[in-house]
C-alpha cells in the first residue's frame, strides 16, 4: 500500500521557520519524483517545490523562491521542506506528492490535471503576522 505522511505542520508567527517532512513507503522511491503542494480553501491545489524534468533540479513557485528548500534523505525516503522567513500568505495545507517525473512537474507548474500519482493527507500550516 503506498503511503506519503507528512508531518511537522504547525501555528507559527511571521518570520520564522517549519520544517515539514513527508515519509514514503509502498513503492520505490527512485522510481517517482517528489513535490510539495499546499492549497487554501477555495482556491486550486498549487506547486511549491518539485523536480525538474530538465536536469532534475529542484524548482519553485516564485512566491517562495529564496525562502523554502526542498530536500531528500534517500536512506530512509523522507523529503523535507525547509521553510524559512513565513509569510502570512504561506499559510495552507501542505501536501506531499509522488508521480512519474513530467506528470509532476506540469501538475506543479500549471494544474493538477496531469496528476497520476499519489497524494500525502495533508499538514496545517498556519503563519500568524
Known amino acids: 500500500e503506498v503511503q506519503l505522511v507528512e508531518s511537522g505542520g504547525g501555528l507559527v508567527q511571521a518570520g520564522e521557520s517549519l520544517t515539514l517532512s513527508c515519509r514514503a513507503s509502498g513503492f520505490t522511491f527512485d522510481d517517482y519524483a517528489m513535490a510539495w503542494f499546499r492549497q487554501t480553501p477555495g482556491k486550486a491545489r498549487e506547486g511549491v517545490s518539485w523536480?525538474?524534468?530538465?536536469?532534475?533540479?529542484?524548482d519553485y513557485a516564485d512566491s517562495v523562491k529564496g525562502r523554502f528548500t526542498m530536500s531528500a534523505d534517500d536512506a530512509t525516503n523522507t523529503v523535507y521542506l525547509q521553510m524559512n522567513s513565513l509569510k502570512p500568505e504561506d499559510t495552507a495545507v501542505y501536501y506531499c506528492a509522488a508521480d512519474h517525473v513530467l506528470n509532476l512537474e506540469n501538475s506543479a507548474r500549471y494544474d493538477t490535471r496531469w496528476f497520476t500519482g499519489y497524494w500525502g493527507q495533508g499538514t496545517q500550516v498556519t503563519v500568524s503576522s
Open positions: 523536480v525538474s524534468s530538465r536536469d532534475s533540479s529542484i
